[in-house]
């Protein structure tokens, strides 16, 4: 209506009338060229958000690699899409590739402070990296911009876990697998602290869940998994496991055999005497195959290779039954077990003591007197024992080992170590062996080690100046380098080391495992 308007006459003057036809023309012209190229652009901007839709679905097929070439071409076609670079951030923690990670996810957190994805992606960050203080800090302000952000739960749920407050990382886990139900990650996550709980029926459907909705094709860890689901249907099936019988406290003495605790127990009312490690490093107890046939223990499941240090690094899942446990005075009934073959040299060891089994006790491992001590968390002794001692904190990882911050001289923040009473001598990464920090530390010496998945031949030893966890340290302490990356595969946050042997002989130990907790006391030599 207004160009007919225009047209006929409201400008009388027809040369300005042609002029503002022909620079109408001319505008039209330019928009009809730049059309090809408007297209162009809304063709990248769609591409880039379909590269991140197939990335988001080889992520859940555990394709790791080609989702991370997709998301890398994203940012290629739009540099600023903030949802390609959280992505593919979250896709690097899950490879441990964790500097990227933060560098990608702490930039947007900080440019677009609104954006609840940013801070969850740089809290689960922070939590892999072992840092639980800035990690709670991140989840939180993720939750606080939007309480349906499902990773932001998970993240809060595992942090929970691993700082062992059990209870409240299953209503968080619950939360995120509510807003995503179908987000493998979560899933598995609910899986693993709902075993952890002993809410054994619970996990096993989580972990059926887990295979319906992943797609992973991984065989080996479907495998496993396969065989987990069996032998936790067939604990769900029980109507309590690890129950206490016998005395409330009970102490025995134990043999030092390389710088490990070796505990005489009985099984399945036997009297023979059986020697098994005390393993701090064991969230299971382990009993050897060939004492397994001995005692005539059924192997109620099995499936997939577990992966350990030792070998090449892998081992065949076997999961048996134990009726009871003596340990002195004290009976632990309803035991469950891996059954595997030792490496062992001339050692007599039948089998390992988990920290499951002990879990429900206070347990004091006093290596000055040789003597290992139970009293039941009901004793009202407890507090009493304990009250006027200095508290380290210890965590909980995802394939229950037990982790502390140590600190290494000439590294200037803290590391996570797992503290184990199972290994002989104490361990860095291999990672941490090769840096310039401790490179220098090096010995000429290679050593032998014998891991639950083999033997490993030429290992290099380290003597390493210092070692401090807690207020308590200790100088010149031998270390082996080994690869770790089996045990961060699967212990949730980043593990630097172990602490062996070797440390742990100096002082008596008390643990609290109802609040993660643990006593050093120095041994007076």
């Not at 989580?206 to 992973?216: E, G, N, T, W």
Request: aromatic share 10%; net charge positive.
């Amino acid at each position: 209506m207004k160009f007919n308007v225009f047209l006929n006459g409201i400008f009388p003057n027809s040369f300005r009338v042609r002029r503002l036809l022909c620079a109408g023309l001319v505008s039209l012209v330019c928009f009809l060229l730049a059309l090809p190229s408007l297209a162009a652009d809304a063709g990248q901007t769609e591409n880039a958000a379909q590269l991140i839709k197939q990335a988001g679905k080889l992520s859940k097929k555990g394709n790791l690699i080609e989702a991370e070439k997709l998301l890398r071409r994203a940012l290629e076609i739009n540099p600023e899409t903030s949802a390609a670079k959280l992505d593919l951030a979250y896709l690097l923690v899950k490879q441990r590739r964790l500097n990227e990670a933060y560098d990608l996810s702490f930039s947007i957190a900080k440019a677009e402070p609104k954006n609840s994805y940013a801070y969850a992606v740089l809290g689960v960050t922070l939590l892999n990296a072992g840092n639980f203080r800035e990690a709670r800090i991140s989840l939180y302000n993720s939750i606080g911009l939007n309480k349906k952000e499902a990773l932001a739960w998970a993240g809060l749920g595992l942090l929970d876990f691993y700082e062992n407050r059990v209870n409240q990382s299953l209503e968080s886990l619950y939360e995120s697998i509510y807003y995503k139900p179908d987000e493998p990650d979560y899933v598995f996550a609910f899986a693993q602290v709902a075993t952890r709980a002993e809410k054994y029926t619970e996990a096993a459907e989580a972990y059926r869940k887990f295979l319906m909705v992943s797609q992973d094709s991984d065989k080996e860890r479907r495998d496993r998994i396969k065989g987990l689901i069996s032998f936790l249907s067939y604990l769900g099936n029980k109507q309590s496991l690890y129950v206490l019988d016998g005395q409330d406290k009970t102490s025995v003495n134990f043999d030092l055999i390389g710088n490990r605790p070796v505990i005489k127990l009985k099984i399945n009312n036997k009297e023979e005497p059986l020697n098994f490690v005390l393993d701090t490093g064991s969230g299971i107890s382990v009993i050897s195959d060939k004492t397994a046939e001995k005692l005539k223990i059924k192997k109620v499941a099995r499936g997939g290779l577990a992966r350990g240090i030792g070998g090449d690094g892998k081992f065949e899942i076997v999961y048996g039954f134990l009726r009871s446990v003596d340990i002195g005075g004290a009976r632990i009934k309803n035991v469950p077990v891996y059954i595997r073959k030792f490496h062992t040299g001339n050692e007599k060891i039948e089998g390992y003591i988990g920290l499951s089994l002990i879990s429900k006790f206070l347990t004091t491992i006093d290596y000055g007197n040789l003597v290992f001590s139970l009293v039941r968390k009901s004793s009202p002794t407890n507090e009493k024992n304990i009250a006027d001692e200095l508290f380290l904190p210890l965590r909980l990882t995802s394939s229950g080992f037990l982790s502390g911050e140590v600190r290494l001289e000439g590294i200037e923040v803290p590391l996570n170590f797992i503290v184990d009473t199972g290994a002989s001598v104490s361990v860095i990464s291999s990672v941490l062996a090769d840096s310039q920090e401790l490179s220098r530390f090096t010995r000429g010496e290679k050593m032998r080690v014998i891991g639950a998945a083999g033997i490993t031949e030429n290992v290099p030893s380290f003597l390493l100046p210092r070692i401090t966890f807690g207020t308590h340290s200790r100088e010149s302490i031998t270390a082996v380098a080994l690869d770790l990356d089996l045990i961060n595969e699967s212990s949730g946050f980043q593990q630097a080391g172990i602490l062996g042997g070797n440390f742990l002989r100096n002082y008596s130990l008390t643990f609290d495992f109802q609040n993660s907790k643990v006593v050093f006391v120095p041994i007076n030599k």
